[in-house]
């Protein structure tokens, strides 16, 4: 459905009945950029569509009414309360990702609820997740990419830990990490070399991380996965960078490093790839995880046997040399 709208107030009913409709079900939105002439405001169940200049104007118009809302409102209780001050933070920060007043107001809106007690925070906690999602599995141009939205993401998600004491669940911290990942790696997809996406992933798997072996299983569950993202997304330094970390986090698992690390070098002897971001993975995990002698018997096969323990150089150059080596033996 496509909407005329001539006036920044427009803008801002229209879009805040598009975030009401998305918090009465709890979705999550897939807003996008439209260029010009595809129409003004596009919406079709949880995807949305706007051109720039009309979410300039829902902005302006927002920011109006979320700071003349709070001057006029007598006390807090009520200024917290007020739909039109929540919908207006959620266009603020549609159109300013790193808007830090915005964000702020909404958290110390959840931390009266806490205190308050109120039986719908868990709730309200959830769509306050379903919101972060919404912003930062979409294709706009700095969302997936927010220090701001990450943290904020990271703050509501310990408030409901606290609540549903998930820390004590193994299937729930499996579940919950593996979802937490779906959209480290979507917002990868959009925003490449997203550091502040995988960050968020590892504070969030620093946090739920116990000793024993159902947490080895769980972090070699999402090894994998990320492998395989990143076998995808071969040039983003960023998420071998989180593979590195989960290697690390399993340092009694020496099959498991050795297998990804040579499922990696394998990897990359078949397609031929030379790029720094893979071969410096490669050159870290044998230095941090000390696999060297498996990824040694893969890279001098036309040696006929493995060389000894000792490292080929001090960069992934030297790595990427032996299998330039490799590939002229094989060709």
């Known amino acids: 459905m496509s909407l005329p709208l001539s006036t920044p107030e427009q803008a801002y009913a229209e879009l805040a009945k598009i975030f009401t409709t998305r918090h009465e079900h709890n979705q999550t939105l897939e807003i996008e950029i439209l260029p010009p002439g595809f129409g003004t405001l596009l919406h079709d169940g949880c995807s949305v569509g706007i051109t720039k200049k009309v979410l300039v104007g829902a902005f302006v118009a927002a920011r109006r009414v979320f700071f003349e809302k709070q001057n006029s409102t007598s006390t807090k209780e009520e200024m917290y309360e007020d739909e039109n001050v929540l919908r207006a933070s959620e266009i603020i920060i549609l159109f300013a990702a790193e808007h830090a007043t915005a964000c702020n107001w909404r958290k110390r809106r959840l931390i009266r609820m806490l205190e308050a007690r109120n039986d719908d925070t868990l709730e309200t906690l959830d769509t306050e997740l379903t919101l972060t999602a919404s912003y930062l599995c979409s294709p706009l141009h700095r969302h997936t990419k927010s220090p701001t939205l990450w943290q904020h993401r990271l703050w509501a998600l310990r408030r409901i830990l606290s609540i549903r004491e998930l820390r004590e669940t193994p299937e729930a911290i499996r579940s919950l990490l593996q979802s937490e990942l779906s959209i480290v790696l979507r917002s990868g997809e959009l925003h490449p070399r997203n550091y502040y996406a995988f960050s968020y992933m590892r504070q969030l798997h620093t946090l739920l991380s116990k000793t024993g072996p159902e947490t080895e299983d769980i972090t070699i569950a999402l090894l994998e996965r990320t492998v395989s993202w990143c076998q995808a997304n071969t040039r983003d330094i960023s998420g071998w960078m989180f593979v590195l970390y989960l290697l690390e986090a399993i340092p009694d698992r ?30 870290l995990a044998i230095r941090n995880t000390g696999v060297v002698d498996a990824v040694r018997c893969l890279l001098d096969i036309s040696a006929g046997e493995c060389n000894g323990t000792a490292l080929p150089g001090k960069s992934w150059k030297a790595w990427l040399g032996m299998a330039e080596a490799y590939w002229t033996t094989v060709t």
């Open 254 to 283: 020496r099959d498991v490093q050795t297998r990804v690390v040579g499922t990696v070098v394998r990897f990359a002897l078949d397609i031929g790839w030379t790029g720094e971001s893979l071969w410096t993975f490669v050159d």
